[in-house]
């Protein structure tokens, strides 16, 4: 046990113990902590194993750059992997567990990979894994999957909620350091909306490491708080920066919970449209490579500040700091005050002078020196580039190579960013989007700078938003400039330096990367895996990046990083997907007849969006006796069928039949007031679009239907040519599906069933024919009546006003109670319509020409119409092309499939066409089908195979008209 | 979720949209031959940069407006109603 | 006419007051109502307009807007084309008024089965309608008289904003979709904590 928590000190509850559990142990914290602060203040010192090569691994960071301290977070339904211990706000009954070791984390098998270390290097799984092909499945991916795991998920469905919620501001403040706040208070006193996002649970950033400031940053929370128009969300991450100023976040919001609360969610995804944002998100500390930099005990030195100021945690003993910068002496500094071991500062510069300040504090200082080796417990320090050096016993090794501003966000929204020579690092870009950096991560450090920064970006942000009110606060005094860094990237010493700790990168594997060709900076990424891990390379991506420039013999900013894209930090699926999963993962449309339906039995099945009955199954029916018993029903009798989902659209003006003349391949113009029309129309391209029924009410009123699955995109393809193509029209339309209930009655009894229902029209044949349009009313409820057929049999179509629908349906129940009418679902609906040949779905697939479907002579001979002219291409008029046909098998007790190929023979190779629909027929007692047949028409009454590979059948089918049923049409006209 | 801005109803998510795409084709007469027709069904500059398109706000006012976007940059220039033009070019 | 009207399945509106969060009531009211759609033939609107004016003393919105007269309102849905909504006693005898007064300046198209009409009001109801709707629906940013075609709940809708003194909306959406809707609505506040209930005296 070397590291310990301190007497005093930090922003964690020392009056309040929380017990939570690490790897089985029971371990005590603090409300303030993280998990991984309390694992350190309980001297835990190994927190899991590394990817590749299973070295033992320490609490790197104290942030969302940590590498190595990933754990499976909670258990049973609720597990979730590689978590941050660094970024998991301790509670009660908290449970984790470390990952990536096999048996366990202090004795690892896998650990062997360290000694078989070049090996395992760069591209290794690309050269190795190879070959032979069949050894992949059994041997190479379970192999790699037990030496890769990183973590498991649950096995069981999540347990919890998760939503989305989409908020506008005028200005969104990401980060709430000295910056954040600023900008933030100058925003929100501006009198702008202003929303402040803070991934922490704490707000604060850098604030929380000073104490000096702790007041300044109370004041600004509660300024702040007081302000109605802002709004503070903590436990948020902005992951991404979309286009036109939308950025995407996941709050956490019962992450701190063995539970969520009643009602609540776990995470809340969000989005932000902001007329402006201001990115303070800070900056990160880089690695410096140099043999055993992954060893527990190397620990970052502003995240051992952290431990020391925030946690009030002593992460080590005797600590060796290792900086090329000046921001590491304020770690040296708090180590020393907590008074535990010796310290000792390496700084690779010659020069500092802050040197004797360190001296007189007792602390070690060693200029123009570096670390070449480090174990966990000795580090050896030498002069730089030099040989031997000086022994020291050190449990705590703290690297600081500087800061990247993170400058992902600003990244993403298009700003390339710069190279900063002052820095060595790079700095936001020019902006595209309605945004700008502060303080830090613009490279401004220091609270006091940033502080004023932060205060200006948020007044200018305000002002461009359209609120120049300007408003003074106070602000923290502005502290001495720092001594310029040195860029320092490599110790070059023999054994491991890590660039990427996660993912066990090596700067050897980066050089070996540019040897083998992948030397652009993209490349060298994806054949090492370097900064591919769920730290995205925080900490070592720019340190690779130097050492692939060294090697290219260019400087470091030629090279540059890889793009920056979404997310910064990892997204569980959940919280994506929000509400929108399982009952709620899309609309449900419901037919007004959806109630009755449900209460008499039907089997309900999603078409589309819509819930329709399939079947009304009596009881001790099975597989296809309802579908049979239903059809036959309207076959010899009469059935009913709600038919609502039909798209239906009203279509109004002088200029209406003009209008249908040119979407449909036939005329309207000639249909007269009380009748009604099968229509057919063309995409642009000649192909057949859609069909359906069209009746004109008025000399200047249509009702056109469509198919279910085509109203939306007809009413679009209507709404184009009306409003684009032809604006002159003098023509008004609009959707009437969910106004008009439509039920079908269908069958030799039909009229007489709506005879005893109908009021106020005549339905005998004379004065009611077939394609007829009347108004009558049903149980006092007025009703549209049309005389079509689908099932082939005698039949009505009855529009009701859709809150009407039950009692309409209802009233026609009882008028045919005499002839045994029954409801019938779309199964029995679709046997029947295969059975009169009638074209949908399957055959109107957006391939077929309108003389594919033996509607060639519907189109009209003069006229514009939309698609007659493409669908006189050659290839298209080709009469040669899969015509539909129907067939039937010759032995009637084969059975066909949908899908099958139509071929002459057994075994041969060359289809003529494929089955496009089929069904068991109640006719003729055998299955029929319908299909697409090259040269049908001339193959009538001819054998030839249907073949499905798939099911190794081969049945000998006969081509027939594709009417099995009435095929002179005359049930429909009785 | 790009902002398309609808001359009707002001800027608008994108999912409120659907896209058709080239919006500088012109349906030709009847009488203009296949050759026409198939250039207006299936012939495209595809430009990088600036392109006037047809976006349907069928979510919202259901017009087919024109919008000028530039495919690059996803920046959107100026958009207009069906039967309106838009600014002759954009810099 | 005495044969009963089919609203949703939603068993009765609802409203509850106390959240997780507090006590602040939030209530879900379908409304029994007479909806009208009315397009303008070519080069008709501002007779149309005057005709309406007339006829109902209701003045239609502009694009964006929706105004009340006479206990109506007239929502903007697209260019030339308003949604008149009245009161449930109305169905029907709406339609053929309109369609007389107009005589062939509009096409008029009888809605009031076609859609349903749903009130949302509470404090809290923008947070809600913020987990549905991805428009900016802030007091400084819709008022009162707003009205917006957007897609609530991941289906199209008409959304306006209601004259009252908590945030108060109205939403018109397809009848085949009221059911998936009302759904919605209430999972987003029950996220919020509230749990509803049906109430009394509210519309069947
Ligand atoms: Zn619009």
New binding site residues.
């Given amino acids: 046990m070397t590291s310990k928590r301190l007497p005093s000190g930090g922003l964690i509850d020392r009056g309040t113990t929380v017990r939570f559990n690490f790897d089985g142990r029971s371990f005590t914290g603090h409300p303030g902590d993280t998990l991984a602060s309390a694992l350190l203040a309980n001297g835990v010192r190994l927190v899991g194993r590394s990817f590749k090569y299973h070295r033992p691994r320490g609490i790197m960071t104290a942030g969302p750059e940590e590498p190595n301290a990933l754990v499976e977070l909670r258990e049973g339904a609720r597990r979730e992997p590689n978590t941050k211990a660094t970024e998991i706000e301790l509670h009660d009954g908290l449970v984790s567990a470390s990952q990536n070791r096999w048996p366990s984390l202090a004795f690892d098998l896998m650990s062997i990979n360290g000694f078989a270390g070049p090996a395992i290097s760069a591209g290794f799984y690309y050269k190795t894994f190879m070959w032979p092909k069949s050894f992949w499945e059994k041997l190479y991916e379970p192999l790699i999957r037990r030496a890769a795991g990183l973590g498991r998920a649950a096995s069981q469905p999540d347990p919890d909620h998760y939503e989305a919620m989409h908020a506008h501001c005028d200005v969104l403040v990401v980060g709430s350091g000295a910056a954040g706040l600023a900008a933030a208070r100058a925003a929100g006193e501006a009198g702008a909306r202003v929303i402040i996002c803070e991934r922490d649970f704490v707000p604060g950033g850098g604030l929380l490491l000073s104490p000096a400031d702790a007041a300044w940053r109370g004041d600004m929370v509660n300024a702040l708080e007081a302000m109605p128009n802002v709004e503070i969300l903590t436990r948020t991450n902005v992951f991404g920066y979309y286009d036109h100023n939308l950025l995407g976040a996941v709050e956490r919001v019962s992450d701190h919970k063995a539970e969520p609360d009643q009602h609540e969610v776990r995470q809340r995804y969000r989005t932000f449209r902001a007329k402006q944002v201001v990115l303070a998100t800070g900056a990160s500390e880089r690695l410096i490579a140099f043999p055993g930099n992954d060893r527990p005990g190397a620990m970052m030195a502003g995240a051992a500040l952290t431990y020391l100021r925030r946690f009030g945690v002593v992460p080590g003993r005797n600590a060796v700091v290792f900086t090329n910068n000046d921001s590491a002496y304020e770690t040296a500094l708090a180590l020393a005050e907590a008074g535990s071991g010796k310290v000792t500062l390496v700084d690779v510069r010659s020069q500092s002078a802050l040197a004797a300040a360190m001296t007189a504090r007792g602390i070690d200082v060693r200029l123009a020196s570096e670390v070449a080796y480090f174990d966990g417990k000795t580090a050896l320090v030498r002069r730089r580039g030099g040989a031997g050096g000086d022994k020291f016993v050190a449990d705590l090794l703290c690297p600081s190579g500087g800061w990247n501003p993170n400058v992902q966000l600003a990244s993403q929204s298009g700003a390339k960013p710069r190279w900063e020579a002052t820095l060595a690092s790079h700095v936001p870009g020019e902006s595209v989007q309605a945004e700008r950096s502060a303080g830090a991560t613009k490279g401004i450090f220091g609270i006091g700078a940033a502080a004023y920064d932060g205060a200006r970006a948020g007044r200018e942000a305000a002002a461009a938003a359209g609120f120049a009110k300007a408003q003074d606060f106070a602000l923290p005094e502005r502290g001495p400039a720092e001594q310029p860094i040195a860029p320092f990237w490599e110790v070059k010493a023999s054994g491991k330096s890590f660039v990427d700790l996660q993912h066990d990168v090596t700067a050897e594997d980066i050089r070996l990367a540019h040897r083998e060709g992948f030397s652009h900076v993209e490349h060298a990424k994806r054949y090492t895996t370097h900064g591919m891990a769920t730290d995205q390379g925080k900490l070592g991506s720019l340190v690779g990046s130097a050492i692939l420039a060294e090697a290219r013999g260019e400087p470091v900013e030629a090279v540059g990083v890889p793009t920056h894209r979404p997310y910064t930090m990892p997204v569980a699926f959940g919280a994506l997907a929000g509400h929108a999963s399982g009952a709620h993962f899309q609309p449900v449309r419901r037919t007004a007849l959806n109630d009755w339906h449900l209460r008499n039995g039907a089997v309900m099945q999603p078409t589309g969006a819509w819930l329709r009955p399939f079947f009304y199954p009596k009881p001790g029916e099975t597989g296809w006796e309802p579908i049979f018993r239903e059809a036959r029903a309207v076959r010899s009798s009469v059935g009913i069928c709600d038919v609502s989902t039909l798209g239906k659209i009203d279509v109004q003006g002088p200029d209406a039949a003009a209008f249908l003349d040119r979407l449909y391949i036939n005329t309207f113009s000639t249909l007269a007031v009380g009748k009604c029309r099968y229509g057919v129309m063309l995409r642009e391209d000649g192909i057949v679009f859609d069909d359906g029924t069209t009746s004109r009410l008025a000399e200047d009123h249509f009702l056109v239907t469509t198919t279910t699955g085509n109203a939306a995109p007809v009413l679009e393809h209507m709404e184009f040519h009306a409003q684009t193509v032809w604006p002159e029209l003098d023509v008004q339309f609009c959707s009437v599906t969910d106004q008009w209930a439509q039920v079908a009655v269908a069958g030799p009894k039909s009229r007489e069933t709506l005879a005893a229902a109908v009021d106020g029209l005549d339905l005998s044949n004379e004065v009611f024919p077939f394609m007829g349009v009347g108004e009558g009313k049903i149980a006092g409820v007025p009703v549209r009546l049309f005389r079509i057929s689908f099932s082939g049999e005698l039949a009505y179509e009855i529009a009701v006003p859709s809150g009407h629908a039950e009692t309409v349906w209802e009233a026609i129940l009882a008028a045919g109670k005499p002839f045994g009418i029954v409801p019938y679902g779309l199964e029995a609906m679709s046997l029947m319509r295969v059975e009169k040949g009638h074209a949908a779905g399957p055959e109107l697939n957006g391939q077929t020409t309108a003389a594919d479907l033996g509607m060639g002579r519907m189109m009209k001979k003069s006229g514009d119409v939309i698609g007659r002219v493409l669908a006189g291409r050659p290839g298209l008029a080709d009469p040669g092309r899969p015509r539909l046909v129907g067939i039937r098998p010759v032995d009637t007790n084969k059975r066909l499939r949908g899908g099958a190929h139509i071929v002459r023979e057994p075994g041969s190779g060359t289809s003529m066409g494929w089955v496009s629909s089929v069904t068991q027929s109640i006719e003729h007692a055998c299955w029929i089908g319908l299909a697409m047949v090259e040269n049908g028409e001339a193959l009538k009454n001819q054998r030839v195979f249907a073949v499905s590979p798939l099911h190794d059948e081969s049945v000998e089918v006969t081509i027939t008209s594709p009417h099995h049923v009435d095929p002179e049409n005359l049930r429909v006209r009785a | 979720m790009h902002l398309i801005p ?4 002001g800027e ?1 998510p994108q999912d ?1 949209f659907h896209y058709r795409g080239d919006a500088t084709v012109k349906r030709p007469a009847p009488d203009a031959g296949e050759q026409a027709f198939y250039d207006y069904v299936y012939t495209r500059a595809n430009p990088r940069g600036w392109h006037d398109e047809w976006w349907q ?1 069928y979510a ?4 087919w ?1 024109r919008v000028r976007r530039n495919t690059l940059t996803h920046a959107v220039a100026a958009s207009a109603g069906p039967a309106d033009a838009l600014p002759e070019a954009t810099p | 006419m005495s044969a009963p009207e089919r609203l949703s399945r939603f068993p009765a509106s609802r409203s509850l007051s106390g959240g997780r969060k507090g006590s602040d009531a939030l209530s879900i009211v379908e409304q029994h109502a007479a909806l009208t759609q009315i397009t303008a033939r070519k080069g008709r609107q501002s007779d149309v307009a005057s005709i309406v004016a007339r006829a109902l003393a209701l003045e239609l919105a502009d694009p964006g807007r929706a105004t009340n007269g006479s206990g109506r309102t007239a929502i903007w849905v ?1 260019p030339g084309s308003w949604l008149i909504r009245a009161p449930g006693s109305e169905r029907g005898e709406l339609s053929t008024s309109l369609r007389q007064s107009l005589d062939g300046a509009a096409a008029v198209v009888d809605q009031s089965h076609g859609r349903n009409v749903i009130e949302f009001s509470g404090k809290h109801a923008q947070s809600v309608l913020a987990r549905l709707c991805r428009l900016d629906l802030h007091d400084r940013a819709f008022t009162p008289g707003a009205s917006a ?1 957007t897609i609530v709940g991941h289906v199209s809708c008409q959304l306006y904003r209601l004259e009252s003194p908590v945030p108060s909306f109205g939403l018109i959406v397809g009848s085949t979709f009221a059911e998936w809707l009302l759904d919605e609505l209430q999972a987003a506040a029950s996220s919020h904590g509230w749990n509803f209930q049906p109430v009394r005296n509210a519309a069947a």
């Fill in positions: 609808c001359p009707y109803c608008r409120e706000h919202g006012c259901r017009q407006i | 697209q075609s």
